[in-house]
């Protein structure tokens, strides 16, 4: 009997709890936990989920913490970009929640000179290559999916263009049934939640893929 894996992809923008934060964190939880249970992930890959300080402990993600309480994603797996010191980054974290187990996991961060890039058909036309550069590392978890004998490797890369990125590795990707972009609180209520006015919409929607495993 086959089985349907959901691979989900959720740019949450700048999660955070301070006490001056508007709109709070309670406001942007009735907005985004409906989300996140809507989507039905089994592998829940968020982007710019921001760490908290607490005095005498490491930073660690507790706004995450309460979005996800009461919710099947409290119980998941998961692995987070870490700092050299181990904990959570300042800003932007990178996060993998997975029903499966996780046997390993590790970050990628560029450590020579970043490549450069000319784009041949800007308008004006760019005359230099400007270097491409990440300021943050791609997260690789290798997952324990099924069946229970298989490994599959996630690479969650953090952003994109429109939409944030997740690869998975080839034999998994021979399984893909298909795709569903969630944008029906968009942009009405997403909006208010952003940092910048770039667009007249976010385009930070929920994205999901289907494989079907036999």
Known sequence: MSTVVRIATFNVENLDDKPDLRPSL????????????????DVLCLQEVH???ASGQPR?????????????YETFHRVHTRTQQGEAYD???????????????????????APAYQ??????PETVARPVEWERPILVPCENTIPESSRYSLFHLGRGLMLDHIFVSRPFAAFYRGAEIHNEILPDESGAFRTDVTFPESDHAPVVAEFVIP
């Open 26 to 41: 309670a406001e942007r939880i009735a907005v985004l936990r409906p989300q996140l249970v809507r989507v039905r992930a």
């Open 51 to 53: 760490g908290q300080e």
């Open 60 to 72: 660690s993600l507790a706004a995450l913490d309460e979005l996800v309480k009461g919710t099947v």
């Open 91 to 113: 800003v932007r974290n990178l996060v993998v929640l997975s029903r499966f187990p996780v046997l390993e996991h590790r970050q990628l961060k560029n450590t020579g000179g």
């Open 119 to 124: 784009k041949v058909t800007a308008q004006p």
